[in-house]
């Protein structure tokens, strides 16, 4: 039998579709027995046709594989266990895992915490939000975010932008719900010349933001945090957006595809601009600053590589519902 798993492994690699779906589908018909041959090859690096097909039988075989894979955890093959744990977390969250894996997992955080330095949030393309730092216990109260705990900057973005970030679940009414999950970088300074210095956190969170708009956030962030702004980058459409409210109501945006493009009253950095613009800029300049780094530059943070000296804390992960917390989220996270 280990010959013929062996064999139907290797068709994964196939590039007749027939043959590498006839293999999946005889490996899932298998079971658990298969899960010690593919677990190799999930942990492979880049993509590939057979570490594509692998995952799939995993994924397929679901919860049989499970004890399969908490016995590798615990008794090895030790070359295996680091694999089986990715599978745990990617059928069905760090909820999968045993006591003693979750614990280890908080461990390595919380450690790698204490270097994480210099960090980098995503600047190129995406959706965020921004609050002053000093109100963060009113921006978790505004958002109704709970399970607040610790996270690495890599592991926060990819949780909030690139992973399973919403999951759908029945209330105690047996309402169908949707339950998001969000990261809050740590505290970043900025500094402008006729300014004080002033520390901000940002919000990424691509599911959160696009169900219940990100402008309807800001708006509440700021009724409990004195302001908020909202900036959104959008290359695939030649876009972006940026909007600042404070105390609950918006008091300048812009957006590329708006009509007007910019409302309210232009805020004194973008007067700076239209005063310092030469011949070619005037007209750039002439009503506002249509960019949203500009803006973030110099309103809160722009994003990117964020300077270790101007970083304070640690950044958190949290979830919009008290019963889902962030162990029922799937996916393996870098940490």
């Known amino acids: ?14 590039d007749d579709r027939g043959v590498w779906e006839a293999a999946e589908d005889r490996l899932v018909a298998l079971g658990a027995q298969v ?10 690096d880049g993509s590939s046709r057979l570490k594509w097909g692998a995952e799939s039988v ?17 008794q090895g093959p030790g070359h295996l266990r680091r694999n089986a744990l990715k599978v ?43 609050f002053p730092a000093d109100r963060l216990d009113d921006a978790v109260a505004a958002l109704g975010l709970h399970d607040v705990r610790p996270a690495t900057t890599v592991m926060g973005v990819t ?29 970043f300074e900025t500094w402008l010349s006729d300014l004080p210095i002033q520390n901000w956190r940002l919000l990424y969170g691509n599911s959160f933001i ?15 945090c004195g302001e908020a702004h909202f900036y959104i980058l959008d290359p695939y459409n030649s ?20 009509y007007p493009r910019f ?28 960019y949203a780094l500009t803006a973030a530059d110099n309103l809160s943070v722009e994003p990117g590589r964020m300077p270790a000296s101007g970083t304070q804390g640690h950044g958190l992960l949290a979830t919009t519902h008290p019963d889902v917390p962030n162990s029922r989220f799937k996916g393996a996270l870098p940490i």
């Open 210 to 224: 696009d169900e219940l708009d990100g402008f309807t956030l800001a708006d509440k962030l700021s009724e409990r």
């Open 35 to 44: 899960v010690e041959s593919l677990l190799p090859h999930v942990g492979e």
């Open 88 to 130: 745990l977390v990617d059928l069905g969250g760090a909820a999968y895992l045993d006591e003693a894996d979750q614990r280890a997992v908080e461990r390595l955080v919380r450690i790698k915490l204490n270097d994480e330095l210099p960090v980098r949030v995503p600047s190129e393309a995406g959706r965020w939000l921004a």
């Open 1 to 14: 039998m280990p010959d013929s798993i062996n064999a139907l492994v290797e068709d994964l690699s196939d």
């Open 58 to 74: 995993l994924q397929r075989l679901g919860d049989d594989a499970l004890p399969r894979l908490r016995e590798i955890r615990r």
């Open 263 to 290: 409302r309210g009253e232009p805020l004194p950095f973008e007067v700076e601009y239209k005063e310092d613009a030469d011949e070619d800029e005037a007209e750039e300049y002439a009503e506002g600053v249509p």
């Open 239 to 258: 876009a972006e957006n940026w909007y600042v409210a404070r105390e609950g109501h918006r008091v300048r945006s812009f957006g590329s595809y708006d």
């Open 159 to 187: 949780a909030a932008t690139r992973s399973t970030d919403s999951v759908e679940f029945q209330d105690t009414q047996a309402k169908n719900r949707t339950a998001y999950r969000v990261f809050i970088t740590p505290a």
